[in-house]
Structure formats: structure tokens, C-alpha cells
């Protein structure tokens, strides 16, 4: 309980929401990826 309170006491909770964001972060951009390369994709074939 002290070394909770101590050295980490108010950091511990932010380890898991970085890890959230980054997983999120990580996950919306493979989408965001995915949409871009499959919007541009469709808009060349259409196009040209």
C-alpha cells in the first residue's frame, strides 16, 4: 500500500490509459489506413 501511494501512487492510473490510447491510436490509424487505401483505390479504378 505504501509503495502504491509512495512513488506511483498518482501515475499508476495513467499507465493504463496510455496503453488505451496507444492501442487506440494504433487501431484507428490501421482503419484510417484501410479507408484511405481503399477510397483512393476505388476513386483510380472509377476514374481511370
Known amino acids: ?3 502504491l ?6 501515475k499508476q ?3 493504463p490509459s ?3 490510447i496507444l492501442i ?6 490501421v482503419a484510417v ?4 487505401s481503399g477510397i483512393s483505390g ?3 479504378r472509377g476514374e481511370l
Open 13 to 15: 492510473p495513467q499507465k
Open 24 to 29: 487506440w491510436v494504433g487501431v484507428a490509424a
Open 33 to 36: 489506413w484501410l479507408i484511405i
Open 5 to 10: 501511494n509512495g512513488p506511483g501512487g498518482g
Open 1 to 3: 500500500m505504501s509503495d
Open 42 to 44: 476505388m476513386i483510380a
Open 18 to 20: 496510455m496503453a488505451r
